[in-house]
């Protein structure tokens, strides 16, 4: 075989495009299309049976279903009720869309480091805590939970509401508990996770206030049938929202639902394979899974130890796609922009118009995100690459993946004297 790499004129190690990232089939489009044929596409019945599915497949009092996983982060917050200025505790590694909701509800996102699991370390947690702090955001990133225990036992102990963000890890375990069962409530994203409809969120609960609020937050405060004011004169009676969402999507999710734990096993098992093709390469270590935890893969991410190759996280990325397997550079983004609280939404605070709030509301000086720093994440999170998982990755899949990175790791493999 020709061992010069794709990106220097070799021939590339896979031609071949990868199968799809989910199964929608005549099944799915029957689903939907009934629905349309009823002519009542709005939210209703279907909402309700997709709801309650999805909390009961999670042992859970209550699903409040939405329009994505930014809505559903934001109503987690407002069911909460926060101040304006309080704080709320998360990693700076995830989407957007875990803050969001936090920022419109002006309270102030505070940055915590994490560890080899890509998620929050709760000793820093802990030592970022101040008198305004409302609750901690668990992000479990890729589909790796979070250690849920010792992030439940800091809430408990301050006096904290524990919010889990599930977009990324549907179905995922910790030590054999789902997770969105954990925390006070929970987030989830379907615009393109592993049960997906392209957009839509939900939202879980077993506690009957955040229920109330957050239902009602997410319709716009208004008085429903069957909802928490129901009866009351209509009128809108807060602050709130439509993130409703409709039987179309929640027909196409019900029917995704029958086939979603097929796709997560397939994910996980391309995910051992991938680790066991790679256990030799010493460059290269996975995120770490706790023993007991249950990944679902969202994405395979591992990192880099970049002392002993000639090239960065991004130039190996960049090798590896040009051996025709699809990878992703460090999550999120380059390293300048990578951590949220370098993107320009928070790094230029630009939130409101031209004032500082609500960085500044309350505080004797505005919160100046170019001053965060998080160094184990730094340090991580640069030298990271990633796999988007789809369940249609075959064992000649995983061959040619494991192919392609080998070649590209041992050709930007420093020689061993240049080590010492
Ligand atoms: C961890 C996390 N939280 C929230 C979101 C927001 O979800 P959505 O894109 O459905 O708004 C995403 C989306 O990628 C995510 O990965």
Redo the contacts with the bound molecule.
């Keep these: 075989m020709d061992e010069r790499l794709a990106i220097e004129g070799g021939t590339p190690v896979r031609t071949r495009p990868f199968g799809p990232g989910h199964d929608f089939g005549e099944d799915d489009a029957e689903a939907v299309a009934e629905v349309v044929r009823t002519g009542a596409v709005g939210k209703g019945k279907r909402v309700l049976e997709f709801e309650r599915a999805f909390a009961a497949r999670h042992g859970v009092r209550h699903g409040m279903s939405v329009t994505?996983?930014?809505?559903a982060?934001h109503v987690a917050v407002a069911a909460i009720n926060p101040d304006p200025g309080d704080e709320i505790i998360v990693t700076p590694w995830?989407?957007g869309?875990?803050i969001i909701g936090l920022l419109l509800h002006n309270c102030v996102p505070v940055f915590a480091d994490i560890d080899d699991t890509y998620t929050l370390d709760p000793a820093d947690v802990e030592a970022k805590i101040t008198p305004r702090t409302r609750a901690i955001i668990a992000?479990h990133l890729f589909g790796n939970p979070c250690d849920l225990d010792a992030l439940a036992d800091i809430a408990r102990r301050h006096n904290l509401f524990l919010i889990e963000?599930c977009?990324?890890a549907h179905f995922a375990e910790y030590q054999g508990r789902i997770v969105g069962s954990i925390g006070d409530i929970a987030g989830y994203?379907f615009?393109g996770k592993h049960l997906s409809a392209g957009i839509g969120?939900m939202v879980l609960t077993n506690n009957e206030s955040l229920w109330e609020r957050g239902l009602l937050f997410s319709d716009a405060a208004l008085p429903r049938a069957g909802g928490p004011y129901a009866g009351r004169p209509y009128a809108n009676y807060f602050l709130g929202p439509n993130y409703r969402m409709n039987d179309l999507i929640a027909a196409l999710l019900l029917s995704q639902m029958k086939k979603v734990d097929g796709y997560i096993e397939a994910k996980i098992q391309a995910a051992q394979a991938l680790t066991e093709g790679l256990a030799d390469l010493d460059e290269i270590t996975p995120q770490r899974v706790r023993p007991g935890d249950r990944n679902t893969y969202w994405v395979y991410g591992v990192t880099l130890d970049t002392d002993r190759l000639t090239c960065d996280a991004w130039q190996f990325a960049d090798a590896v796609n040009k051996e025709g397997v699809p990878m992703g550079g460090p999550y999120l983004g380059t390293g300048k922009e990578g951590p949220l609280y370098r993107n320009p939404f928070l790094a230029e605070p630009n939130l409101y118009g031209h004032s500082r709030f609500p960085l500044d509301y309350g505080r004797e000086h505005a919160i100046d995100y170019r001053l965060i720093e998080c160094p184990n994440g730094e340090q991580l999170m640069q030298r990271g690459v990633n796999i988007q998982m789809r369940p249609s990755f075959t064992e000649a899949d995983i061959a040619d993946m494991v192919a392609a990175i080998r070649k590209v790791t041992v050709h930007y493999r420093k020689p061993v004297f240049a080590l010492a």
Excluded: E, I, L, N
């Design positions: 994505s996983g930014t809505a982060m995830t989407s869309g875990s992000v963000d977009a990324q994203s615009g969120g």
